[in-house]
Nanobody, 121 residues
């Protein structure tokens, strides 16, 4: 079994900061790309940021310069540092990872349960 567990969401005022964490656990041979997605009420889930095992990053235009994604390959964790938060950042944030459970396995997408981020005064 593979699990992704997020933490760090909450309520913050506009201009504030939050740090999300996601821990992968279980039977894991390798983790390729890890990332964060978000889904606001009534909207489709959208990509926020991704990071490869080598550290290459990609950001949605809406968060560039404000959010930073990082990962710890040894601990099998990915983080999202969110600064200068805006009300439009309000959403449920989901952790995603592309994982091989064995050397011979294909890569599968795994998702966390989501953590709520609310930006409001």
């Amino acid at each position: 079994q593979v699990q992704l567990v997020e933490s760090g969401g909450g309520l913050v005022q506009p201009g504030g900061s939050l740090r999300l964490s996601c821990a992968a656990s279980g039977s894991i041979f390798s983790i390729n790309v890890m990332g964060w997605y978000r889904q606001a009420p009534g909207k489709q889930r959208e990509l926020v940021a991704t990071i490869t095992s080598g550290g290459s990053t990609h950001y949605a235009d809406s968060v560039k310069g404000r959010f930073t994604i990082s990962r710890d390959n040894v601990k099998k964790m990915v983080y999202l540092e969110m600064n200068n938060l805006k009300p439009e950042d309000t959403a449920v944030y989901y952790c995603n990872a592309k994982i091989k459970r064995t050397r011979w396995d294909q890569e599968y997408d795994y998702w966390g349960q989501g953590t709520q981020v609310t930006v409001s005064s």
